[in-house]
Nanobody, 122 residues
Framework: QVQLVESGGGSVQPGGSLRVSCAAS????????MGWYRQAPGKERDLVAT???????NYVDSVKGRFTISRDNAKNTVYLQMNNLKPEDTAVYYC????????????????WGQGTQVTVSS
């Protein structure tokens, strides 16, 4: 089994910054995809940013230039640095990883964190 634990959420004023982290533990051979999603009240969960194992990144248009996703493969951890936060960034942020648990396993399984609240308000 694999567990993803998120940390770093909180409350901040508009224009402020936060960094959220997500660390994976358990039976891990390799992790290909890492990503961050968010879900605002009454809305569906949406993709925010992704990063591949070799560092290729992708962002939803609304966060480009403000958010930065990064990963530490040695620590099985993904980060999301959020700058110039806006009230519309308020949501529960979830991390997701595609994990292969052993050399014999020829497929990845998707795992999710429990979510961390980010609130942007004056």
């Amino acid at each position: 089994q694999v567990q993803l634990v998120e940390s770093g959420g909180g409350s901040v004023q508009p224009g402020g910054s936060l960094r959220v982290s997500c660390a994976a533990s358990g039976s891990i051979f390799s992790i290909s995809f890492m990503g961050w999603y968010r879900q605002a009240p009454g809305k569906e969960r949406d993709l925010v940013a992704t990063i591949t194992r070799n560092g290729n990144t992708n962002y939803v248009d609304s966060v480009k230039g403000r958010f930065t996703i990064s990963r530490d493969n040695a620590k099985n951890t993904v980060y999301l640095q959020m700058n110039n936060l806006k009230p519309e960034d308020t949501a529960v942020y979830y991390c997701s990883m595609h994990v292969r648990s052993s050399l014999r396993q020829n497929y990845d399984l998707a795992y999710w964190g429990q979510g961390t609240q980010v609130t942007v308000s004056s």
